[in-house]
């Protein structure tokens, strides 16, 4: 597997696209699927789906884990498999940076809030977000 990078997470960013954006980039070429088709799928989830809900990053990541242990025909097991994976997600990465909330993340800031205002270094740690959040789905996906 490749492994996403701050760095090239940053790149992305500086070129307009969400965190949800650049994790589904290397979803994408970590599957084999059309790297457009994800990137625009992803585009809303950016912000915590502009709301500073569930961040953009952690949420694609989520899709990436749901392409491999995700199912199409119910299957409690795997459903169980599926539910623990999100969650080990979730609690490594809150472990790691205290929250799974966007808003949290960015230090109050919410894309919902009519009038919001962010502060100069509101994004500065996205591209470190985004590293994590595919680093924990990559390690659980080479699980297997």
């Known amino acids: 597997m490749t492994k996403l990078t701050e760095a090239r997470a940053n790149e992305m960013m500086e070129q307009g696209y969400h965190c949800s954006q650049v994790v589904a980039e290397h979803i994408a070429e970590e599957f084999g699927l059309d790297r457009d088709f994800m990137v625009k799928l992803t585009s809303g989830h950016g912000g915590g789906c502009n709301h500073g809900d569930t961040c953009g990053a952690i949420s694609a990541a989520i899709m990436g ?53 962010s502060q100069e270094d509101t994004w500065d740690k996205c591209g470190l977000y985004c590293e994590d959040a595919a680093a924990i789905m990559d390690e659980i996906i080479a699980r297997g």
């Not at 966007?102 to 230090?107: A, F, G, H, V």
Request: hydrophobic share 35%.
């Open 65 to 117: 884990l749901s392409l491999k242990y995700g199912f199409t025909e119910y299957a409690e097991d795997v459903d169980q498999i599926q539910a623990d994976n999100v969650r080990e997600l979730q609690a490594r990465f809150i472990e790691k940076h205290g929250s799974v909330l966007c808003r949290d993340l960015l230090n109050g800031y919410d894309g919902a809030d009519p009038n919001r205002v």
